[in-house]
């Protein structure tokens, strides 16, 4: 039996989109920054930021082309 997982990233990206080419295959990568604000006691605000690497394989891929 196999299994799918879906997320979805909403953020912002670091760079553009790196895109290649493995074999017959495409490939895009891509650093996305995801941010949360947060109160701290003194009433001012701290954001945390989280980075993610997002690659993208095969068909979905190929979207990105230019």
């Not at 790196?18 to 949360?36: F, H, M, N």
Request: no cysteine; proline share 5%; glycine share 10%.
């Amino acid at each position: 039996m196999s299994s799918v997982n879906i997320i979805q990233i909403m953020g912002r990206l670091g760079a553009d989109p790196e895109i290649k080419q493995v074999g017959s295959t495409s490939l895009v990568s891509a650093r996305v920054a995801t941010s949360e604000s947060r109160p701290n006691p003194q009433g001012g605000w701290i954001e945390d930021t989280e980075w993610h690497t997002v690659k993208i394989w095969g068909d979905t891929a190929k979207h990105f082309h230019r």
